[in-house]
């Protein structure tokens, strides 16, 4: 009997030992995919009051150090490449269960849970990388793919009752010992493949559908808006709405109404207001006391900026233009013209500040003024010089030649470069046929001039 109940108890430790080790494969494999999924260099947070004011410290995900802290960014400006529920009830003990359960809740790669107040946020890792930079100029941005992105995460935090306020892409650090990390799956997830999961209807809708939904969020937002205002808020609620309403009303009906009219009708809709809103309602004294200064407001600088024409007002706008500007720069222009006679005495920058009233900043702008006009004068000067400067010019020559103790001319066309040891001036001659003029007495002479004209 006792060698019966060792031998099961050796069993067990050997199921439990086993058991562990599987968890351990399970949770490596979980968290390389992680790895993958979040960027190079992530922001961390050692705790959540750091999270709250702190500034983050930055390491690559590879560094030693990056297991020191509580919370991490797994997202960057530009891309994310995992999702993440965040479940704000203590389901630490019972999430499995949960997700076996539900037939349309996909396995996480990762359960993360929180010893303390035994919250949980499942990390499911995304294959590819979805831009969420709706301004980007290469682009990688998808609008189709950011869609189903925020659809799926609506629809799991559906399933799984999680937090729809969390949008920060700040999440628990897996990697730190601080928290209970479960390894539940080793492969990444298509978007697809989560929706198809978890049963999630994407519908093509038409334009009107589409505006049919968009008045309903808005009958929505307005019905949300009509909810109750409670103490700290209530004054501040009731001046915002009450002035936008007057702002309106005032320009539709000021020219027909009086002040006291106005007035009125200001009260009765804030007293509305502070009845179905307020709770507990506002002292109607001080529902009147923020009618009034509202009233005064619009009958006063309101009124008058309502009251003008265009042309007052672009005026007005005139006048404000004339006196900064060029008009401005001018009325400093003696000072730094001073200030420039002081550097070239050998003055320095802060003695001519103080002598000249300028800031130190505006002395040396004079300076580097002066010395830029000096190089201007001086590349210009160098522009008409090279203007100036004449290029040298070939022309035909007509070289002289000797036979025979007698001396003829030959016209003979050529164009030499300026290397050339023959001729080389600098204008362009007048191009004159010189005659050919041969004696009669030497027959050699007109024999060398058929033969160069050949």
């Avoid at 969390?166 to 080793?186: L, T």
Wanted: proline share 3%.
């Amino acid at each position: 009997m006792l060698k019966t109940v060792t031998a099961f108890n050796l069993r067990k430790k050997a199921l439990l030992y086993e058991d562990q080790q599987t968890k351990r494969s399970d949770l490596d494999a979980s968290l390389s995919v992680f790895r993958l999924s979040i960027p190079d260099s992530c922001p961390l947070w050692t705790s959540k009051i750091a999270l709250a004011g702190e500034k983050p410290t930055w390491f690559h995900k590879d560094e030693p150090d990056f297991a020191d802290f509580a919370y991490l960014k797994t997202a960057t400006d530009f891309k994310v490449g995992t999702l993440i529920i965040d479940i704000d009830k203590p389901v630490a003990d019972t999430i499995e269960a949960i997700i076996y359960s539900t037939s349309n809740a996909p396995i996480p790669n990762l359960i993360i849970k929180n010893r303390a107040n035994k919250h949980v946020q499942l990390v499911y890792c995304l294959k590819n990388w979805v831009c969420i930079d709706t301004s980007n100029r290469k682009g990688n941005y998808s609008t189709k793919a950011h869609s189903l992105y925020k659809a799926l995460k609506r629809h799991l935090n559906g399933i799984f009752g999680g937090d729809d306020a969390y949008h920060n892409f700040i999440a628990k650090n897996p990697f730190c010992e601080q928290w209970d990390v479960i390894g539940m799956r080793s492969t990444s997830y298509e978007m697809y493949e989560l929706a198809r999961i978890s049963e999630l209807e994407v519908k093509s809708t038409t334009f009107i559908e589409r505006l049919q939904a968009k008045q309903t969020d808005k009958a929505l937002k307005q019905a949300s808006d009509r909810a109750t205002v409670a103490k700290g808020e209530r004054n501040d609620f009731l001046f915002n709405t009450v002035r936008v309403r007057a702002y309106s009303l005032y320009n539709k009906y000021a020219k027909d109404w009086t002040r006291q009219q106005f007035e009125n009708c200001l009260n009765d809709f804030a007293n509305e207001l502070n009845e179905t809103k307020c709770s507990p309602p506002v002292q109607p004294s001080e529902v009147a006391t923020i009618c009034h200064s509202i009233t005064n407001y619009c009958y006063g600088a309101f009124g008058e900026k309502q009251r003008m024409t265009k042309s007052e007002i672009s005026e007005i706008a005139a006048k404000c233009g004339k006196k900064g500007g060029k008009a401005k720069g001018y009325a400093y222009s003696k000072q730094r013209q001073e200030a420039r006679r002081l550097h070239k005495r050998g003055k320095k920058a802060t003695d001519i500040a103080k002598l000249t009233g300028l800031s130190i900043r505006s002395v040396y702008n004079a300076i580097n003024e002066s010395k830029s006009r000096k190089t201007a004068i001086k590349t210009e000067k160098t522009k008409v010089q090279e203007i100036k400067v004449k290029n040298i010019k070939y022309h035909r020559f007509s070289p002289i030649f000797n036979a025979n103790n007698y001396q003829c001319s030959v016209l003979l066309v050529k164009e030499l470069r300026s290397n050339s040891h023959l001729v080389c001036e600098r204008s362009e001659p007048k191009r004159i046929l010189k005659p050919l003029n041969l004696k009669t007495s030497n027959i050699q002479t007109v024999k060398l001039f058929n033969q160069l004209n050949i």
